[in-house]
Each structure stands twice: as structure tokens, then as C-alpha cells.
């Protein structure tokens, strides 16, 4: 397990450690999650819409595309459905 320490600004800001964006892959312009448990905070590195969202449409049958209402249906189910995988439900 790595542990690491970082200053709150007054803003509350922080900067994530060297070594934790290494071990996370997180780049500039990459999104965290943080996910608060038991007094403790978990920070991932946030999937990608494209990420979340691919193999939404998998084992579809063969015949008109989509509606756009249903795709923004389909990903707001999955993205739901990452949330609540994220929490354990």
C-alpha cells in the first residue's frame, strides 16, 4: 500500500503526490473520483464517457440505429450502473 501527504491550500485544494498520479496514470486534464468511506477517501482515476459507455449497445440485433433518446437513456443506465458498482450496491 503507498501512502503519500499533501497540504490543503486555503482554497481547499490539494496536489495529488508524484508518485500517486504515477501509480493512478493520471495525466493533466484527467478526472478523479473520490469516494468517501468509514472516514477514509478513495481517489480513482475516472473512466472516460467513451470508457464508460462502450459495449452499451453489444448483442443488439441487426435493424435501425438507435434513437438519440434512446443512446442518452442507455448511457445515463450505465453510468448509473457505475455508480452504484463504485459504492457496492
Do not use: C, H, N
Not at 478526472?31 to 470508457?51: C, M, Q
Amino acid at each position: 500500500m503507498r501512502s503519500a501527504t499533501a497540504k490543503v491550500t486555503s482554497k481547499g485544494q490539494i496536489t495529488i503526490p508524484a508518485e500517486i498520479r504515477a501509480a493512478l496514470a493520471v495525466a493533466p486534464g484527467d478526472r478523479v473520483s473520490f469516494l468517501l468511506e468509514d472516514g477514509r477517501v478513495r481517489v480513482t482515476k475516472s473512466a472516460s464517457y467513451a470508457e464508460r459507455t462502450a459495449g452499451i449497445f453489444k448483442g443488439r440485433r441487426p435493424g435501425p440505429p438507435p434513437t438519440i433518446a434512446k443512446m442518452k437513456d442507455d448511457a445515463q443506465e450505465a453510468w448509473v450502473d457505475d455508480v452504484l458498482a463504485e459504492l457496492g450496491d
